[in-house]
């Protein structure tokens, strides 16, 4: 997909989605407010900006380094094509220390990327594979 995203501005003040290089995978996405997290603790970050993800797309909320550095982790998100709300981030504190995010910083990266929507269609059973039926570690360590 090399198509144009939508993207609206809900705030007069919110920084629109940037890529830092052409052939970066995520749009940055900036706070719209100064947040101070303590240990432990989460926060909505509000970014001021809705986008119109393609249909036959999902948008994904993830991490960037140098908050994760800082030990601040997004708690992810499903961005679906029909949302056109404000994107938000969770982030939880995870260091032992506050941290803080100012206004117009960074604070995650979101990714479009193509999804299959096959129907749901319930069954008496599954094909065998390899793996079977083995989760949570059953492949060693």
Known sequence: MNADLPLRRL???????????????????????????????????????????????????????????????????????????ELGVLVWNLSREPQSVKRGERIAQLLILPIAVPAPVETDALDATARGVGGFGSTGR
């Open 11 to 85: 705030d007069p003040a919110a920084v629109l989605p940037t890529r830092a290089h052409p052939d970066d995978a995520g749009l940055d996405l900036y706070g719209l407010e100064d947040a101070t997290l303590d240990p432990g603790a989460g926060a909505l970050l509000r970014t001021g900006v809705a986008v119109a993800v393609p249909a036959g797309h999902v948008g994904l909320v993830c991490d960037r380094s140098s908050l994760a550095r800082r030990g601040l982790k997004t708690a992810g998100g499903v961005i679906d094509a029909g949302y056109r709300g």
